[in-house]
Structures are given as structure tokens and as C-alpha cells.
């Protein structure tokens, strides 16, 4: 009979420790204590002490007032050195610079995270009409082009996803049907498609990265529906999938 080996149960600070940080990652602006204690549910004279040594190491930083805290450097740098460190990020560098240069839009690179989509690497449009977009910034897969473009070659695209889904524009795709149609329309075309349903007035088009299987990284180029024309998504789309035709070499180099 098979010994089962049983769980071990988290140490409590370090887990503590990590959901201050994945909090004050997922805000926009910094958090008081009351805050924060309410959210995550730690009494207040134990988060301040995690945050006292967290700020002393450098992983928060505080506001002038001392009252409201936030992700410091120190944050910045290992996410710094997160990138530098990825295989993947460095080897489709070349291919973010090709099509930038033949498109002049945003190019992302993005990473599936649970239910969401995270970007990894961006290539600035040339034109002052242009998405929002941060490197480690994180959006629902559903209603993104990369998200789709990964979700549809997922093995269980359901179990990925947080349900319900939220809405972030009057065109995103929420109920679970329309989603799969999506999905099937999008592994029979080769790529996927975001048309505003992440951001008003913004079109994106995305592949999926062939270096591993199931694929956890897609490329997108996003585009201003003002400047999307009846040729647009057959070039694009062309030159995606000439993209990865061209990591698929350079990948079977080197393996």
C-alpha cells in the first residue's frame, strides 16, 4: 500500500510576509495599516511588524507621514532580475524588435498566471495614440488577447479561470459558451483576437509562443480601432505566425 505523505502546513510568518507583498503588488496606489489588516485579515500590531522589517530590508517603503505603505526597490529589483534571468524573455527580444519596427504599435510579451495574464516585456508604440501597459502589470486572461491566445491551447481552460468572469468593457466576453466558442474559433485560425474587450477602442491580436507545451507565454501587438483597416488583421496575423515560424528554428538550433 502506498504511503501517502502528508501536507505540511505553511510557516505563518513567511506567509504572511508574502501576502503583504502580493497586496501592495496588486494596488495602485499605497495602503494604511487599518488597510491592509482588514484585507488580509492580520491583527494590526502583527503587520506592523512585518511591515517594519519589510521596510528596513527594503521590500516596502513608506509615505512621508509614515502611515501608508508601499512596494520598495528592493521589489523592483528582483523583479529586475526575474527578467534578466528568463530564458524565454531573451530569446524572443529579437522578435518584439522585428515587429515593432514593421508595425510601429505595442508589442507585448505576456506570461499565463493563474487566471490572469501578465506582461513580461513591451515594445512602446511610435504613435501618441496608444494602450496603457506596464511590465508586470496583470489582466484577465478571458478578456485579453494573450489570455486567449494561451487559455485556447490549455488543457482545461475552465479549471484556469476565476468564475464569474469579470466584465471589464461591454464587449468582453463573460459567459462560459461564448468563451469556448472563442477558444475554438481562435485554435482553428492559429491566433486570437481581443477586440475591445480589455480596453475601449483598443484591438489586439496575439499567437502563442511554441517553446514549451501546453505554451505559458503568447506575443500580442495591440492596435487603436481608429487605425485598424480592412487589410490590418491579415498582415498582422501573417506576421505573427511568421514570428514563431522563426522561434521554432531558432529554438530546434538549439536543442
Not at 508574502?18 to 494590526?44: M, Q, T, Y
Request: hydrophobic fraction near 40%; aromatic fraction near 4%; include cysteine.
Amino acid at each position: 500500500m502506498e504511503r501517502m505523505t502528508p501536507v505540511q502546513p505553511p510557516v505563518k510568518s513567511a506567509d504572511r510576509t508574502l501576502e503583504v507583498l502580493e497586496a501592495l503588488a496588486a494596488s495602485p496606489g499605497r495602503r494604511s495599516l487599518v488597510d491592509l489588516s482588514r484585507a488580509l485579515d492580520i491583527p494590526k500590531s502583527s503587520l506592523h511588524g512585518i511591515l517594519r522589517t519589510m521596510a528596513r530590508r527594503g521590500w516596502v517603503e513608506t509615505d512621508p507621514t509614515g502611515t501608508r505603505f508601499g512596494l520598495g526597490v528592493r521589489a523592483l529589483a528582483v523583479g529586475a532580475a526575474y527578467l534578466e534571468a528568463d530564458d524565454a524573455v531573451g530569446l524572443v527580444s529579437g522578435v518584439l524588435d522585428d515587429l515593432s519596427r514593421q508595425f510601429g504599435e505595442a508589442v507585448h510579451l505576456g506570461r499565463l498566471d493563474g487566471p490572469d495574464v501578465v506582461y513580461l516585456a513591451k515594445r512602446e508604440s511610435v504613435h501618441r495614440l496608444r494602450l496603457y501597459s506596464a511590465i508586470g502589470r496583470k489582466l484577465p486572461a478571458h478578456a485579453t488577447a494573450l489570455g486567449k491566445a494561451l487559455l485556447a491551447r490549455s488543457p482545461d481552460p475552465d479549471a484556469q479561470l476565476r468564475w464569474p468572469l469579470p466584465r471589464l468593457t461591454s464587449h468582453t466576453i463573460t459567459e462560459r459558451e461564448a468563451l469556448h466558442a472563442e477558444l475554438d474559433l481562435t485554435r482553428q485560425r492559429g491566433y486570437a483576437v481581443d477586440r475591445e474587450e480589455n480596453t475601449d477602442g483598443i484591438v489586439c491580436f496575439a499567437v502563442a509562443v511554441p517553446l514549451i507545451h501546453p505554451p505559458s507565454d503568447a506575443i500580442s501587438i495591440s492596435v487603436p480601432a481608429a487605425r485598424i483597416g480592412p487589410e490590418s488583421e491579415g498582415r498582422i496575423s501573417g506576421a505573427l505566425a511568421r514570428a514563431m515560424d522563426q522561434l521554432r528554428a531558432a529554438r530546434s538550433m538549439f536543442s
